[in-house]
């Protein structure tokens, strides 16, 4: 390798390269000709970096500036790379990556039994596929195989953008340009027992109903104390079909294994991702019990793909249970969020009250909403600048989310306290005369 294809940070560049920001302005350049051209220009909007490499609760960029990582949609509860999923992986991509589906596979049944045994008794077959919305799919199609065609979601809830799993997804604005190909569905208010009840009158056993313990797209919404309860007691008495969405909320997020345990809750079929490639590999999951999973075992070429249960992913899924396990990773995220979620809400309170609508969260799943769409859009751009990620929210641009990892040290808490706090400041001084509603 010549010297001139050498950069900063680690990263091996083209050739002519001087330095890291001409491997930005190329990166950014490749981005704008073959990824996304509106993505490349909103990057050269507000001067976005370049990610490079990753690390524990850290990603640097092509300067080898460090980042705190409190985004990543849910992704990163075990932070990035962590050292023991790395080297399962590893181990597995040496000997044997991706399987030939002819012969049965050993880490595919090994991750399938570490999974089943840590989700809510009685759900024991595990579908693996490689994202949230593909896991939706394998749900829905569950669901119909089952007898239940009717399918109830609830609005701004987010459950992937794939056809299936769009039907499903609360959002019309990505619903509407592909609504002729979407199957109907019933939507109705989260958190209000009532309108499900009146959608249950509607269609009886036929239903399949499918949310999320909490909103997250949906700006981090959380229903009142006994709503899930009450919604698996409905469900039974109707007869209908139940799908929890824990692609985000799951494996500790919340403070517990799954938002189902906070209130006894067994779904018919479980969605699991994000986090349950343990921040190396993309791999998501629906896990269902027996009886819901008897067309499948009956007929298992009736929902397939040549990737899903990859060895390489079903190794990581291994080692990840392995750390939730061992690293009581769900109370760590509630004494965590137990500590930051106050912190972040009176600092707020204090500096900026006019400005934030409300914070609100369970565990490390935080919002922020604001007042105005860009206010959340001003206060992502300077925790940036502050070498802290978070993310928004797809389906309430008003909220910003903290997802910060379960690992995260004494001085990562502080850091992102500290941005936090100059943040506010900075908002507070940049719209001192804000009124909620009106545009600055």
């Known amino acids: 390798m010549s010297e001139s294809q050498k950069t900063t940070a680690g990263v091996i560049a083209p050739e002519g390269v001087s330095g890291p920001e001409e491997f930005r302005r190329r990166v950014v350049a490749r981005h704008r000709a073959h990824v996304n051209s509106g993505m490349a220009k909103l990057a050269d909007l507000m001067g976005t970096h370049v990610e490079v490499r990753s690390e524990s609760n850290y990603v640097f960029d092509e300067r080898g500036e460090r980042h705190l990582d409190c985004g990543g949609y849910g992704v ?71 007898g239940r065609r009717k399918l109830v979601s609830m609005r701004n809830g987010y459950h992937g953008k794939t056809l299936g799993a769009l039907a499903v997804t609360g959002r019309d604005a990505y619903r509407a340009p592909f609504r002729s190909l979407l199957a109907p569905a019933d939507f109705v208010t989260f958190g209000d027992a009532e309108s499900l009840r009146e959608a249950l009158g509607r269609h009886g056993d036929e239903a399949c109903v499918i949310l999320e313990p909490v909103q ?6 959380v229903p009142p104390d006994g709503y899930l309860r009450e919604v698996e007691r ?30 006894g809750v067994t779904p018919d079929v479980l969605l699991v991702g994000k986090a349950l490639g343990g921040g190396v590999l993309p791999v998501s999951a629906a896990v269902a019990s027996a009886a819901v999973y008897e067309g499948l075992n009956r007929d298992p070429l009736l929902h397939t793909s040549t990737f899903s249960g990859s060895p390489l992913a079903a190794a990581a899924v291994t080692a990840a249970v392995g750390v939730f396990r061992r690293e009581e990773v769900a ?40 007042e105005a769409e860009h206010l959340a859009g001003d206060f992502l751009f300077e925790m940036l600048s502050r070498r802290v990620i978070v993310s928004y929210s797809l389906n309430a641009h008003r909220v910003a989310r903290l997802t910060p990892p379960a690992l995260l040290t004494d001085a990562d808490v502080e850091w992102l306290l500290e941005a936090v706090r ?5 908002l507070a001084e940049r719209y001192p005369n804000f009124a909620a509603g009106k545009e600055h």
């Not at 000997?95 to 840590?118: D, G, M, Q, Y």
């Not at 997250?216 to 919404?221: H, L, N, T």
């Not at 824990?246 to 345990?261: F, K, M, S, V, Y």
């Open 331 to 370: 109370a760590r995220a509630r004494s965590l969020g137990a500590r930051i979620f106050p912190e972040v809400r009176e600092i707020f309170a204090r500096n900026c009250p006019a400005l934030v609508r409300e914070v609100r969260g369970l565990g490390l799943l935080l919002g922020v909403e604001f």
């Open 234 to 263: 409905m469900c039974r008495e109707a007869g209908a079909f139940l799908v929890l969405d824990e692609i985000q909320t799951g494996l500790g997020r919340l403070g517990a294994w799954w938002g189902a345990d906070r209130e």
């Open 76 to 146: 990163f509860t075990l932070g990035h790379c962590h050292p023991e999923v790395v080297a399962a992986v590893r181990e597995q991509l040496e000997r044997h990556p991706v399987a030939t589906r002819a012969l049965v596979n050993a880490e595919v049944a090994e991750a399938a039994e570490a999974l089943a045994s840590v989700t809510p008794r009685g759900l024991d077959y595990v579908y693996f596929a490689g994202s949230g919305t593909e896991a939706t799919e394998a749900a829905l199609k569950l669901a119909c195989l089952n």
């Open 216 to 221: 997250a797209e949906g700006g981090v919404i």
């Open 422 to 426: 100059a943040t506010s400041l900075v």
